[in-house]
């Protein structure tokens, strides 16, 4: 039996570790003002590097209250959607990815492990597939989908190489706790491609 310690509110799609409730945040990428486009432009350019003057804004919009009958999950703060904002935003995966493609930003939801808030959890949608190869992040977890602790009581993590083709979707895991974006997983794609050694 398989004891699932994380649990996301967010996501459509059935993760085998994490417990997943979905909340839509209804609400385009952008300063959220009236009129925004639910697309924020960006650089087209095809290059896969990551561009050393790389800036982006990346508001996190609120997704609403959730039903407490339904979701057992704290609500996020205001504060806490700036601060995830302003980590993704620092992180060069992440400015690599959106720098070339309009994107949108799917839906919002708290990070729990072991019911305390760690993050946040934000879906982004491409309007244009890119093909990235990159250093993914992801976290460690042990076969109960436990998550694992280096010597230092921070969260275990590893990257893993690899090219992802015709990246469509993908979710952040943004640690407030640890104040950088600790995992990304792309859930819409056509394939993954790994080196050969």
């Known amino acids: 039996m398989t004891t699932t310690m994380t649990r996301l509110a967010l996501t459509r799609v059935a993760l085998p570790v994490m417990v997943a409730v979905f909340a839509t945040a209804g609400l385009a990428c952008g300063d959220g003002a009236p009129g925004d486009s639910p697309l924020v432009k960006r650089d087209s350019s095809p290059t896969a590097t990551v561009p050393a003057d790389c800036s982006f804004e990346f508001v996190i919009p609120d997704p609403g ?10 609500q996020l703060t205001a504060d ?4 995830a904002g302003l980590i993704a935003e620092a992180d060069p995966l992440l400015c690599q990815i959106v ?3 309009l994107y949108s930003i799917g ?23 890119q093909t990235v190869e990159a250093d993914w992040p992801y976290l460690q977890r042990d076969e109960n ?19 992802v083709n015709d990246l469509r979707v993908f979710q952040l895991l943004i640690d407030l706790e640890e104040g950088h974006v600790a995992a990304f997983g792309e859930y819409d794609y056509a394939s993954v491609t790994t080196p050969t050694p």
Not at 65 to 74: A, E, K, M, R, T
Request: aromatic share 4%.
């Open 65 to 74: 209250p959730l039903d407490p009958s339904v979701y057992n999950v704290p």
């Open 80 to 83: 806490q959607l700036t601060e």
């Open 99 to 101: 720098e070339r493609s």
């Open 107 to 129: 839906s919002v939801g708290p990070w729990l492990e072991d019911d305390v808030l760690v993050g946040v959890v934000v879906e982004v949608v491409l309007e244009t597939p």
């Open 145 to 163: 989908g436990t998550l694992l602790r280096e010597a230092d009581g921070s969260k275990a993590r590893r990257q893993d190489h690899h090219t």
